[in-house]
Structure formats: C-alpha cells, structure tokens
C-alpha cells in the first residue's frame, strides 16, 4: 500500500521528450479507431497518481505550414490536433515548447499551436509570438501550490523570437554559463516566476543529443539554481542522464525520451527511461521517485525485468559522479534530497 502523503505535499509529476508526431501521429492519432490514451500505454497510472503533470513537447501541433528550408534541419516533426486528445487523457497541465522541433513547420504552424494549447487549456512557456511571450513564465497550481516553469533553449539560432517576431526563447552561453543579453533575460524571467509562484522550475532543451552533460552544460545549469529556480528540468539529450542536488536543489540533466517513434541506439538504450515523480513541500523538493519506463509501438509502458534493471543501473552510476546516492525501492528509485544549506 502507498504512503500516505499530508496535505503539504504536492507531487509533480515531469517526463522527457513527448514526440508525438512522424510514425505516432501517422499509425495512432490518424486512426479514429485508435484511443489517443494509447500512447501513454500503462503508464496512466502514474500521471493520475500525481497533482501536476508537465512534460516537454517535443513536435508542433498544428494542421498548416511546410517543412523549414531556410537553415538546414533533417527532421521535422508534426502532430495533427487530435494530439490534444492524448496530452488530455494523461492530465498534463503544462507542455515546455523551448526546443528544436517547435517551429519545424514554420511561424503558422507555431502559432496554430499556441492557439490550440490556448483553447485546450494547456499552459505553456518557451515559444511564443514574440519574445516577451517566449520568455515569459507560465503558472501551474494544485490546491494552494503554485509553480512557475520558464523554458529556454539553446537548439536553432535561427528561431529565436524577436520583439515582433515569433519564435523560441533562445540563449547563448560558454564556459561561464549564460552570456548577455541571455543572462539577464532568464534572470528577469525568473524573478518574474517567484513574483507569481513560491516554486519555480526551469526547463532547459540544451546540449547535444548524446553523451554526458559537459563542463559547460554543468556551469549553465548551476547558474540556473543560482539565479533562483528551484528545479532544473533538463531535456534535448536522447537519454537519461544524472541528478545533481546542488545547494539542496535537484539538478535533472536529461529525462531522455518517453514517447516517440525513434530507432533504438542498443547500447544508450535511448528507449528507457523513467516517470520522475517529486515529492514537494513548500518550496523544497523532499524527494524524487523515479518510476522505470520503455518505449515500444508508438507506445510508452513501465520497463520490467532487465530492461528496469538496466535503467536503474545507467541512472544510478551517472548520478553517483555527482555524489547523489539513488536507492532502489520496490521496481523503481527513490532520491532523498538534502535539506538546504542555506547558502
């Protein structure tokens, strides 16, 4: 039997990459046959179970546009608006459009999005029709907890929102963390999420799409946390990379992948990954279960057996270089974070 959670406890429930265009959009959501839900598999359990649900919206939902031509992309992912459908039967309250997929249809199809996420009542941050719009946060509640999330990305140049421009919140950044004019853009934008919510979190789509976070990466999202947020909500990188507990806040370099139609890489086994599910009181996360999860038809269901073993492994190993100690509990993992030390 679970525990049973006080009512200061608010459990937010995050996910990597939701990509729910190409071969999902093709053999799920344009079958009228087919419940949209299919695509969460078993995994429904797990968003019901928790008050907040927010996920990164790896593809634009949109009916218009054509591919982007003007700097060179391979992929370019779309989902009809029956994708509205899918993101409603798991609950998700907010989609984070901060990527490199958002606008791969063009300025009318991002704003086709931004419309339909409007009229679904979907929250988003990250894209928006100018860059006030991009920057801005968005505010999710439960009860009395109120979150504020900004989205930021360093993928596509080319597409970062303008004063009247539509686009992405773009930033720059090198070894030192965010450069001007981006430092002090994600500075307001994050006191302007503590002026609206007591918890704020930052989804951050940076980096290369494989291997461990580097040197840069690290600086970036530690001055992130310096800079005010709570959590770092990190995606982009295909797989599951490790958790950091930094001046007692929790650090998600990656969720790698949860729904998507992508060849398998055997040995990064970008297919598995994991539903995080925080435990939060007040504005501190207590505690970060990680619930082991596998991609399979179109379809994302909870891993067993070796496929559970190897993810807890990969995420344990990883987190370790941070000094973060991840215990197994039951088939998934469990963080106990630290109090903070003030500092």
Not at 80 to 98: D, K, M, Q
Not at 151 to 180: C, F, I, K, M, R
Not at 254 to 281: I, K, T
Request: some cysteine; overall charge negative.
């Amino acid at each position: 039997m679970p525990p049973v959670l006080d009512a200061d406890v608010t459990r937010l429930g995050l996910v990597g990459d939701v990509m729910l265009g190409r071969l999902v959009d093709e053999y799920v959501l344009a079958d009228p046959g087919r419940d949209p839900a299919y695509v969460w598999g078993n995994t429904r359990a797990l968003f019901d179970a928790v008050d907040l649900r927010l996920v990164n919206l790896e593809c634009v939902i949109a009916t218009r546009g054509e591919p982007w031509q003007r700097t060179p992309k391979v992929f370019h992912f779309r989902a009809r608006p029956r994708a509205l459908e899918a993101l409603r039967t798991a609950g998700v309250h907010f989609v984070s459009l901060a990527n490199n997929h958002t606008l791969d249809y063009g300025d009318g199809a991002l704003r086709e999005c931004l419309d339909l996420l409007r009229g679904a009542g979907i929250r988003f941050a990250g894209a928006g029709g100018d860059i006030q719009e991009a920057a801005a946060p968005a505010c999710v509640t439960s009860g009395d907890f109120r979150c504020a999330v900004i989205a930021l990305t360093d993928n596509e140049p080319a597409w970062e929102a303008g004063p009247d421009s539509s686009g992405v919140n773009y930033v720059g950044h090198g070894q030192g963390g965010l450069a001007e004019p981006y430092l002090g853009r994600v500075r307001d934008a994050i006191a302007r999420a503590r002026e609206r919510a007591g918890f704020v979190i930052a989804a951050a789509h940076v980096g290369p799409n494989w291997g461990v976070p580097s040197a840069e990466i690290r600086a970036l999202t530690r001055q992130i946390i310096d800079l005010g947020a709570d959590l770092y909500w990190g995606h982009s990188n295909h797989t599951v990379q490790g958790i950091e507990i930094y001046r007692g806040k929790p650090i998600l370099y990656s969720c790698g992948d949860f729904v998507d139609d992508y060849a398998v890489d055997p040995e990064e086994r970008n297919d598995l990954s994991f539903f995080f599910e925080l435990r939060v009181r007040g504005d501190a996360v207590e505690r970060i279960l990680l619930h082991p999860t596998r991609i399979g038809d179109f379809q994302v269901n909870l891993a067993s057996g070796e496929d559970a073993r190897w993810i807890r492994d990969w995420i344990a190993a990883r987190s370790a270089e941070f000094g973060t100690r991840v215990a197994q509990e039951g088939d998934g993992l469990v963080v106990e974070v630290a109090p903070r030390d003030g500092g």
